[in-house]
C-alpha cells in the first residue's frame, strides 16, 4: 500500500522533491520531462485528496509565465542547439527545430519544478514542517522557534500598515506625488515597520529566556516528528521514476544531456 | 555555527528572514509584470535581472546590523524556507536558491574575516552574490540555451542590481533602523551610539 503524501515526514517530503529538481537541471531532452511531469501528476492525484481544481488554480499562471521564457528561448536559442532545418522566420530571427526543442524541453522542465513544488506545498503543514527540520535535520531551536514566531506576526503586519496609514492621515500627510514623494512615503512606512518588527523580536527573546527556553537539542517534543519506513519509499519512489525516465529516454535515443545527445 | 550568538539576535535574524520572505514574494509579483512586457521582444527573462537585487537584500541587511559569521546566510535561508512555509510555487527549489545566494554573500565577509563592514565590502558581497547565484541559475533555469550575449547581458544586469538594491539600499535601510535607536542591543546600533558620543565630546 502506497502511503499518502500528506502523511510523509515533511523532511523527506522536501529532499524527495529536491533531488530531482537539481537532476532534472541535467536534460535537455523533450521525453525525459515529459515522463516524469505525466508521472508527478499521476502522484499529485493519485495519492492526495487534492482538488484539481485548486491545483489547477496555481499550475496555470506559471503556464503563462514559462511560456514568456520559452519564447525568449526560442528567439535567441544558443549555437549550441541552432540545429536542424529553419521552421519560421519572425522579425530578423529565424527558428530552427533545434531551437524548438530545446524551448520546449525547458518549458517541460520548469512545469516539472512547479508540479513538483505544488506537490509538495500543498500536502505540508508549515509548522510540522519547521518542528521536522528542528528534529531531523538539527536545524538548531533557537532558529526553529524564531521563525515560528516571526511566521506567527505576518498577520499583524497587516494591521500595522492599516495604524500607520491612519497615523499618517490625522498629521495631514496625504498620498505621495512624483518619485522624491515616492521614495519618502517608501521610507515612511518601511522603516517603522522594520523597526517594530526589531522591537518584536526583542520582547519576544526576553520572553523565552525568561520561560526558561535555553534552545538546546537535549529537549521534549510536543509534536514528535518520525521517520519511518514509507518515508524512504516514497523517497525511493520520487528519484527511482526519475532515473527510469532517465533509462527509457536513453533507451528510445532521446537522452540529451547539456546538449551532448547520448548513445 | 551559532554558538556564540545571542538568544535575542537569533530571533532577530529569524523575523527578518520572515519579513523579507514576504518582501521576495511580492518582488516576484513585481518581476512577472517585467517579464510580461518585455516578452512581445523575446527577452523576457530579462524583466527579473533588473529587480534581482530584492531577493538578496536581507544578507546584507543581518549581516550589516548583527555582524556575525553565519548571518548573510543564515538570514537569507530562513527567507528562503519561509517563503516556502508561506506558499511560493518556486517550492523547496527556492531553499537551494537561498542557499546559494547566502553563501555568495557570506563569501565576501568571510574574506575580510567579518570584521569589516564597510560600503565597499558590502558592494563585493553584492557581486559576489549576483555571479554565484547567475551559476546555479545557468545550471538550473537552463540559461545554457540562450545566446551567449544574452546570458552576457543578464549577467551585467544582475550584477547592477545587486550593487544598487542589496548593498546600497540595504545599508541605507539598515541605517535608518538604527538611527530609531530599536538597534541599540546589536553589533550596528552601538556603532551608531560610539558615533553620536564622539560627535558630542
Request: hydrophobic content about 50%; glycine content about 8%.
Amino acid at each position: 500500500m502506497l502511503p499518502m503524501i500528506s502523511a510523509i515526514n515533511p523532511t523527506v517530503k522536501a529532499i524527495a522533491v529536491l533531488i530531482p529538481g537539481i537532476l532534472l537541471g541535467l536534460t535537455f531532452d523533450v521525453f525525459t520531462p515529459l515522463v516524469y511531469l505525466l508521472f508527478i501528476i499521476s502522484v499529485t492525484f493519485l495519492l492526495s485528496d487534492l482538488s484539481f481544481k485548486r491545483w489547477i488554480k496555481f499550475f496555470v499562471p506559471f503556464f503563462l509565465f514559462i511560456a514568456s521564457f520559452s519564447w525568449a528561448r526560442l528567439l535567441y536559442t544558443s549555437e549550441t542547439f541552432q540545429d536542424g532545418s529553419v521552421l519560421f522566420s519572425f522579425w530578423a530571427f529565424e527558428v530552427t527545430t533545434g531551437g524548438l526543442l530545446v524551448a520546449v524541453s525547458l518549458a517541460l522542465r520548469s512545469l516539472c519544478f512547479i508540479a513538483l513544488s505544488l506537490l509538495f506545498i500543498m500536502t505540508t503543514d508549515s509548522t510540522k514542517f519547521m518542528l521536522s527540520l528542528m528534529q531531523q535535520l538539527r536545524l538548531s531551536p533557537k532558529i526553529t522557534y524564531g521563525v515560528l514566531a516571526g511566521y506567527r506576526f505576518l498577520p499583524t503586519f497587516k494591521h500595522e500598515l492599516e495604524v500607520l496609514r491612519q497615523a499618517h492621515r490625522v498629521r495631514g500627510v496625504g498620498r505621495a506625488k512624483g518619485i522624491r514623494g515616492r521614495i519618502r512615503q517608501f521610507k515612511r512606512y518601511s522603516i517603522p515597520l522594520l523597526a517594530n518588527s526589531i522591537r518584536k523580536a526583542e520582547r519576544v527573546a526576553n520572553a523565552m529566556e525568561s520561560k526558561g527556553f535555553t534552545g538546546e537539542h537535549d529537549r521534549t517534543h510536543y509534536h514528535q516528528m518520525t521517520v519511518t519506513k514509507r518515508d524512504w519509499r516514497f523517497l525511493g519512489m520520487m528519484v527511482g521514476a526519475l532515473f527510469l525516465a532517465f533509462v527509457a529516454s536513453y533507451y528510445f535515443g532521446y537522452l540529451n544531456i547539456f546538449g551532448y545527445q547520448v548513445n | 555555527m551559532t554558538k556564540q550568538w545571542k538568544l535575542k539576535e537569533i530571533v532577530l535574524l529569524s523575523i527578518l528572514g520572515v519579513v523579507f520572505a514576504v518582501i521576495y514574494l511580492l518582488a516576484f509579483g513585481i518581476g512577472q509584470g517585467l517579464v510580461g512586457a518585455l516578452t512581445p521582444f523575446g527577452i523576457g527573462p530579462l524583466g527579473y535581472e533588473f529587480i534581482y537585487g530584492i531577493w538578496f537584500i536581507v544578507s546584507i541587511i543581518a549581516a550589516y546590523i548583527i555582524r556575525k559569521p553565519g548571518a548573510a546566510f543564515i538570514s537569507e535561508l530562513i527567507a528562503g524556507v519561509v517563503q516556502v512555509l508561506i506558499g511560493s510555487p518556486a517550492g523547496p527549489q527556492l531553499i537551494i536558491s537561498a542557499a546559494v545566494q547566502g553563501l555568495g554573500a557570506e563569501s565576501a565577509f568571510a574574506v575580510t574575516k567579518w570584521q569589516d563592514y564597510r560600503k565597499r565590502v558590502l558592494i563585493l558581497a553584492a557581486v559576489l552574490t549576483a555571479i554565484i547565484s547567475f551559476a546555479w541559475h545557468f545550471y538550473s533555469s537552463g540559461f545554457f540555451a540562450y545566446e551567449a550575449w544574452l546570458v552576457g547581458v543578464m549577467l551585467i544586469t544582475r550584477i547592477i542590481s545587486s550593487i544598487l538594491i542589496m548593498a546600497l539600499l540595504g545599508k541605507w535601510i539598515s541605517d535608518q533602523l538604527a538611527k530609531t535607536g530599536v538597534l541599540r542591543g546589536y553589533a550596528l546600533g552601538k556603532e551608531h551610539q560610539q558615533n553620536r558620543d564622539q560627535d558630542a565630546a
